[in-house]
T-cell receptor, first 112, second 114 residues
Framework: DTAVSQTPKYLVTQMGNDKSIKCEQN?????MYWYKQDSKKFLKIMFS???????INETVPNRFSPKSPDKAHLNLHINSLELGDSAVYFCASTRQGAREQYFGPGTRLTVT | GENVEQHPSTLSVQEGDSAVIKCTYS??????FPWYKQELGKRPQLIIDIRSNVGEKKDQRIAVTLNKTAKHFSLHITETQPEDSAVYFC?????????????FGKGTHLIIQP
């Protein structure tokens, strides 16, 4: 009965590849997010998405794109992976008007 | 956009003493300020939060204060225990549950010395 889940937990891939990270929440939340945590532990918002709007952090390269097949899922697609993309990626969700953002367990992406 | 500064980056205190972590934000429109605790290899977890219409909030050994005029807020942990050792992040956002996400500070590594 995990609230926010991500797959895979670890992802090791080579430069230039295209990969996806999946996120699912079973809380009935209507807003989902992707955050990137780099090697210095800095947490940075990448995308915010609900059924009305997608907000993209202007610093995110367009090689990254969120895809939401339904309200419970927000997947992250990354094209042409680069070394600098290595990080832990966290998915999170919240209910419109609520307070707490629930974070997934994270996906550690390593690009070699 | 919003910018959140957090200090110190590392804080070492003796077990039983108090710890204080401070943050400032830039956007006066921000109105929700959560604090997250992240243990090694784990996800960030909300420990306390405060809205802009409140100056102080307390939950057992942790408390948060907010000064909207000065645009700064602080986390206070009293009677620290070994399990308080973790990285703590402050954050700010314009709307609770809104689609604009959280802007985080750079984190404070809190070390509790036995």
């Amino acid at each position: 009965d995990t609230a926010v889940s991500q797959t895979p937990k670890y992802l090791v891939t080579q430069m230039g590849n295209d990969k996806s990270i999946k996120c699912e929440q079973n809380l009935g939340h209507d807003t989902m997010y992707w955050y990137k945590q780099d090697s210095k532990k800095f947490l940075k918002i990448m995308f915010s998405y609900n059924n009305k709007e997608l907000i993209i952090n202007e610093t995110v390269p367009n090689r990254f794109s969120p895809k939401s097949p339904d309200k419970a899922h927000l997947n992250l697609h990354i094209n042409s992976l680069e070394l600098g993309d290595s990080a832990v990626y966290f998915c999170a969700s919240t209910r419109q008007g609520a307070r707490e953002q629930y974070f997934g367990p994270g996906t550690r992406l390593t690009v070699t | 956009g919003e910018n959140v500064e957090q200090h110190p980056s590392t804080l070492s205190v003796q077990e039983g003493d108090s710890a204080v972590i401070k943050c400032t934000y830039s956007d006066s429109a921000s109105n929700y300020f959560p604090w997250y605790k992240q243990e090694l290899g784990k996800r960030p977890q909300l420990i306390i939060d405060i809205r802009s219409n409140v100056g102080e909030k307390k939950d057992q050994r942790i408390a948060v204060t907010l000064n909207k005029t000065a645009k700064h807020f602080s986390l206070h942990i009293t009677e620290t225990q070994p399990e308080d050792s973790a990285v703590y992040f402050c954050a700010a956002t314009l709307r609770e549950g809104g689609a604009d996400g959280l802007t985080f500070g750079k984190g404070t590594h809190l070390i509790i010395q036995p």
